[in-house]
């Protein structure tokens, strides 16, 4: 199921770069945004209103408001005004996906999720992957503004605050009413931004309402909705090593669809984005013996990652995934960690 949930967050989430550089063929970024999410708000509130208001108190709805605001107004923002400038679905993809990297920095003194040796030189690995991708697409584009290339990095940054505003909540907000206050949240948003800008009207042209099509049901549904799903799952560090392989796929669909460049360093680069998901996500870099698990020093135990460990002093250490002492998916992984 895992397997399965990763592999369908990672088409749909990529998805969207596709579904952006659709419609900004017809129109500019807010109107995209406006009629991509005022119509689908409306929806949602029928749907999920009322539960809503019954479940959520005021405090987790402004937790939730601000989750949105970040996660999908900020973000889908940068991610489009930057396609709209010029820079291709797949470098924006990969500029994105520098996003483990300060995720899994600011895990360990944030939410106490230490990430281990073997997930550092899986994270490192993929980072490498995008920096071989990203100079190839780069090269390969001409008549971009070289400031446009920051844009989604200030998305990236606006989606990790979302990540972890959420993930230090104690409050488990029912999937569905999530997106629902988020889209109601964007479609304020970006409602706002495109009736001051006078760019409320839509285009008339049928591409542009397909592509809307192709972004509230891939995107919206399948790769914003599948991303908490497998946060919660996974954890941050597993569910943010998946973000290397947006990149890729990013750029193997838009040379497909748009003729954008894909050539052996994009290839290379998908190698690598694929290998770090692996060191990450299948086990630990080496494994010692159980001898040497039960006498290894706690600090050396923690570092590599080592599977079946357990504290010499009967004290109890938190899970990296979700920072429970009990949790009995960390048991046999080496996800632990002592408090100091």
């Not at 948003?189 to 891939?218: C, H, N």
């Not at 357990?310 to 080496?334: D, L, Y």
Request: hydrophobic residues 50%; glycine residues 12%.
């Amino acid at each position: 199921m895992n397997v399965l949930l990763s592999v369908g967050f990672v088409l749909t989430w990529s998805s969207g770069f596709i579904g952006a550089k659709l419609g900004a063929a017809e129109a500019s970024a807010v109107t995209t945004l406006m009629w991509r999410f005022l119509p689908l708000a409306l929806v949602l509130a029928a749907v999920v209103g009322r539960r809503a208001v019954r479940e959520l108190t005021a405090r987790s709805l402004a937790r939730q408001i601000a989750v949105g605001a970040l996660s999908q107004s900020g973000y889908l923002l940068t991610v489009y005004y930057a396609i709209q400038l010029g820079v291709s679905s797949g470098t924006t993809a990969l500029i994105d996906g520098t996003q483990p990297l300060v995720a899994g920095a600011l895990a360990g003194p944030l939410l106490r999720q230490y990430v281990t040796a073997r997930q550092w030189a899986g994270l490192c690995l993929g980072l490498a992957g995008v920096l071989v991708v990203t100079t190839a697409d780069a090269t390969a584009v001409t008549g971009v503004p070289p400031w446009a290339y920051g844009i989604p990095f200030l998305g990236m940054m606006s989606l990790v605050a979302a990540t972890f505003v959420e993930s230090r909540s104690t409050t488990r907000v029912e999937p569905m009413v999530g997106l629902g206050v988020h889209c109601a949240t964007s479609a304020v948003v970006f409602t706002l931004l495109a009736v001051a800008t006078g760019d409320a009207t839509p285009p008339a042209a049928p591409s542009f309402w397909l592509s809307l099509v192709w972004l509230v049901g891939l995107s919206t549904f399948g790769g914003y909705g599948l991303y908490w799903v497998v946060l919660r799952r996974d954890g941050l560090t597993r569910v943010n090593t998946l973000m290397f392989l947006m990149a890729p796929v990013t750029a193997v669909w838009g040379a497909l669809m748009f003729g954008e460049p894909f050539g052996v360093r994009t290839a290379l680069g998908l190698a690598l984005g694929l290998a770090a998901v692996v060191v990450v996500r299948l086990g630990p870099v080496f494994k010692l013996p159980s001898f040497a698990r039960r006498a290894a020093p706690r600090r050396l135990v923690r570092a590599l990652g080592v599977p079946g460990a357990r504290p010499r002093t009967g004290r109890t250490w938190p899970c990296a995934r979700c920072g429970e002492s009990a949790c009995q998916a960390s048991r046999g992984r080496g996800e632990f960690e002592d408090r100091p």
